[in-house]
Structure formats: C-alpha cells, structure tokens
C-alpha cells in the first residue's frame, strides 16, 4: 500500500442523536449501505492514486494498483465489531474520556472540567465495578442501560438490548448477554484495541468472578485502590457472606430434587467468597502504600505496579 492512515478506535452507532430511538436493525443496515458505499469509493480513488504512483515511478513490472480491503483507510461496517466499538464508546463516556456534548477525546488527564458532560454523567469515582449481579449502583451494566437509555430513548430501550444483545451473540436475556460479555471478553478486546496498552485498567479477583472493577488510568488517584477496597470489596464481601447464609436456610427448608440445584449455587458462591477472600488481602497491601503513578512512564511500565491485583493481558 502506498498511502496510510490511523483507523479510529471508537464507532458512533446510526441515530446516536440523543433520545431517538433509532438504533434498529433497519437504521444500521442504512448506516452500513453508506459505510460500505464510502468505503468502494475510496478504495476506488486509493487504486486510481497507486496507478498514478506505479506510473511516475516506473514499478508496473513490480507493484500493481489493486488495493486489498484490509488495507483500504475506511471500514467497511460489521455488526459485531461496531457493537463492541460502540460498547467502548459507552464505557468512555462512563469515565469522561468521551461526552455526548462534545466531539472527540475529552479527557485524558489534566484539568477536570465538569461542565463539558452534561446529558450523561460520568461516574463520580471512577470505579466502575463489573459482578455478576447488578450488586452496585454504579454497575457497568446498568450504568450501560442508561448510557443506550439516554443516546436512544426511553421508548425503545428493550428493543435496543436485544438488538446489541444479538450481535453479541450468546444465550439468556438481553442484560444477561451484555453483563457476561463485560465479565468475559470486553477487557481482552480492550486490549487487542489498543495493543496490549488497555488504558481501562481491570482488577480482577479471578477465574470465580468474585470481583472485578474497571477503572480508567487517567483519573486513578494514589487513594483508587483504598477505595476498590473500601468501598467495593469489603462491600462484595458483606453481600457474599449473606448469600451464603441465605442459601444453606434455603437447602435445608427444600425438597431433595431442589437440593441439587441449590447446593450448586452454594459452592459457586463460597468460592467467590473464598478468592474475594485472598484478593482483599492482596489489594489491601497495596492500598497501604498509596503509590502515586506517572502517566508519562507509559501504560506497559504503570500497569505492572499493580499487577499483582490487575487481570493479566493477554
């Protein structure tokens, strides 16, 4: 290829003019006839400039005009991966990095200025916990319900789930799909996004899901991880150990068909209690030392501070 340029990381979804209603699968099929009719036309002019190169260099016995889709400077839509975009696009307005008012970046260290969100307000902390039940009021998957709420109305909030729901793919309700896709895969596209340099940073208790959190590097404060800590695990904690007292008056007040049943959500839930247990102990030494960090230092050097608490990229 003989021009390049940088792609963007984030879409903006057909109708994203606040409280439309319009993100249907009809409105995205428009959506994508233009993308996809942009795309033939620069890839058409991206050839017509290879042949002029080719020519005033003498390479047509070396290089030909044709120009593989990859390489074209515009994409082509696809369902998946700009409901993923779009997803991320979400979580960024969560943390200010983005806004619904404004255009572009918004925010990536510095001056906080508050007044530049008004129609959805970022999260006051910056921790945005990711369980798997809606446990905090700050939970990314109803902070996301209200963010599609906001963009698109309230009219057709269901029928957007499950049109983002279905390009997700997967089984359950429309929340259920979207909650397992921020608890499985979001932070390991995160990363392939950005090339392995996740800028949401995501504590991770482990394999069991007892708790995980995403924060985004630039608003972290030395005082962040007392505050996961404070505020979210030790919180998690409280809820497990309720559930599980709960759960063992259920077992022994039921039939023994619905033992089984229950006795299986029991052993998931002690042991989420059991890693949340081991976590805490590990977040709390490091929320002890209140470490500053140096956003000049990189994302790859920053990241590693904390490893010890951090879902590991992959």
Known sequence: MLID???????????????TGMMTAKMY????????????KLKKNEEELNRIFIHIYGLEEELTPEEEDQYVTVRKADLKRDIKSFISYAVGCMF?????????????GGEWDESKYKTFIPDKDAIIPITDDEYFTDDIVGRFVKFVKVVYGADTL??????????????????????KYFLKDFFKDHCKVYKKRPIYWLFDSGKNDGFKCLIYMHRYQSDTRARIRTDYVHEQQARYRTAIDGMER????????????????LSKLKNQAEEIRIYE????????????????DGVKHNYAIFQDVLAKIK
Request: net charge negative; aromatic share 8%.
């Open 5 to 19: 340029f940088n792609k963007a990381k984030e879409v903006t979804m057909p109708g994203m003019n606040h409280g």
């Open 29 to 40: 099929n428009e959506w994508k006839y233009d993308c996809d009719e942009r795309f033939q």
């Open 96 to 108: 200010g990095r983005y806004s619904l008012d404004a255009d572009g970046l918004v925010y990536a």
């Open 158 to 179: 269901e029928e957007n789930l499950k049109f983002i729901a279905d390009a997700l793919g997967g089984k359950g309700l429309p929340r259920e799909v979207i909650r």
């Open 250 to 265: 259920q077992i022994n007040r039921a039939s023994t068909s619905e033992r089984v049943h229950l006795n299986k959500q």
């Open 281 to 296: 102990e590990k977040i709390h030494h490091l929320a002890d030392q209140m470490i500053q960090i140096n956003l000049d």
